[in-house]
C-alpha cells in the first residue's frame, strides 16, 4: 500500500494509526468539572514526556458521536487538574467499562465499579484500586483539531505519586512482573506485558583515536551490567559496592592513572563472580574479550 494522507477519510486513518503504533500504554485520567463531578476514561493516547520536572501527555480526540469535546477535555480545562491511574491486568474490565460514551452528569467510577479515593495535591479522586497513581497540573493544552477524528494534546506535571510498596524494587525501580500492566491494540484488542527480554544498550561511542585497554573496555561494561544487577535483592549489597570499585578505577584511568593490570583483573573476576553467582548469563563478547586478554 502507497497512500497519501490527503486522500484518506479520517476513519481510515485513525484505523491505520491505532493498528500500527502498538502497543500503547493507557492512561486511565480521572477529572472533576467546576462543580466537583468526578470522571473517569481510559485514554491510550498517552504517553511520558520528560522527567525534569516530571510531565506527560494524553489526547483526547472529538466525540465520535457528538462532534464535541469529551468531559475529560472539558474538565482538564475547566479546573487545571487531572489523575493519571496505572491501568492493570485486574482492572482491565472496569477500564473497559469506564470507556463509556456517557453525559456528564454519569460518574463513571460507580458505573465501572471502582472506587475513589482523595488525592494529595489535586482535586480529582484517584481510582484506589490502582497500585500507581500520578497527581497532575495541567501546564499546556495543545489544539490539534476541532473537526471530527480531530483532537488536543493535554501535557500535565506530575505533582505527587503515589505507589504501592509492593509495586517497588528499592526506591526507584517499578516491578513489572508485579504491576502487571496491559496495552492497548487495535480494534477491541488489548495486550499483557507477560513475555519480556532483555537488551543491554550499547556503551557510550568513543573515538577510536582514544582507544582504552581491553582491560578497561571489559570494566565499562561490566559496570553496565552491575548496575542493573543492582536491583536484585540477594545481591544488592555486593553489586553496588563492588560497581562503586570498578567506577573508580574508570574515573582513575580517565584522568590518567589506572590501576595495574593485576588490580584490574581482581575488578574483572570478581564482577564475573557476582554475575556468575546469580545467575545472569556474561555474554560471549565479553568472556572472549577477557581470554584475549589473558591470551587463552
Known amino acids: ?4 494522507s490527503a486522500s484518506l477519510n479520517w476513519n481510515t486513518a485513525y484505523k491505520l494509526l491505532s493498528g500500527a503504533v502498538l502497543p500503547r500504554p493507557i492512561g486511565w485520567i480521572s477529572t472533576v468539572n467546576a462543580a466537583g463531578q468526578p470522571n473517569l476514561a481510559p485514554f ?8 525534569n520536572p516530571p510531565t506527560v501527555l494524553f489526547c483526547p480526540m472529538i466525540r465520535a458521536a457528538t462532534g464535541g469535546a469529551k468531559d475529560t477535555l472539558s474538565n482538564a480545562r475547566a479546573t487545571g487538574e487531572f489523575v493519571v491511574n496505572i491501568v492493570t491486568e485486574r482492572l482491565a474490565a472496569a477500564v473497559n467499562r469506564s470507556s463509556v460514551e456517557a453525559p456528564p452528569e454519569i460518574n463513571e467510577f460507580e458505573f465501572a465499579g471502582v472506587s475513589a ?3 494529595a495535591a489535586v482535586r480529582p479522586p484517584r481510582v484506589a484500586q490502582s497500585p500507581i497513581h500520578l497527581e497532575c497540573r495541567v501546564t499546556k493544552i495543545i489544539e490539534i483539531s476541532a473537526q471530527p477524528g480531530g483532537g488536543s494534546i ?5 505533582l505527587h505519586f503515589h505507589i504501592a510498596e509492593e509495586m517497588l524494587i528499592g526506591a526507584d525501580k517499578i516491578n513489572v512482573s ?8 487495535a480494534g477491541n484488542f488489548f495486550c499483557r506485558a507477560d513475555s519480556l527480554f532483555e537488551m543491554e544498550r550499547p556503551p557510550a561511542w568513543r ?12 570494566l565499562r561494561r561490566l559496570t553496565s551490567r552491575l548496575e542493573r544487577l543492582s536491583v536484585d535483592s540477594i545481591w544488592a549489597r555486593r553489586a553496588s559496592g563492588l560497581r562503586g570499585s570498578l567506577l573508580k578505577a574508570l574515573s582513575a584511568a580517565e ?3 589506572p590501576p595495574a593490570d593485576a588490580a584490574l583483573d581482581l575488578l574483572i573476576e570478581r564482577s564475573f563472580e557476582i554475575l556468575s553467582k546469580s545467575a ?3 555474554p560471549d563478547p565479553e568472556k572472549q574479550l577477557w581470554r584475549n586478554i589473558h591470551g587463552a
Open 1 to 4: 500500500m502507497e497512500q497519501s
Open 44 to 51: 491510550s493516547f498517552f504517553n511520558v514526556v520528560c522527567a
Open 117 to 119: 479515593a482523595p488525592s
Open 154 to 158: 493535554v501535557i500535565g506535571e506530575v
Open 178 to 185: 508485579a504491576l502487571q500492566p496491559i496495552g492497548r491494540l
Open 207 to 218: 573515538p577510536p583515536e582514544s582507544a582504552e585497554s581491553p582491560r578497561l573496555v571489559l
Open 255 to 257: 584522568t590518567g592513572n
Open 280 to 282: 545472569r548469563e556474561i
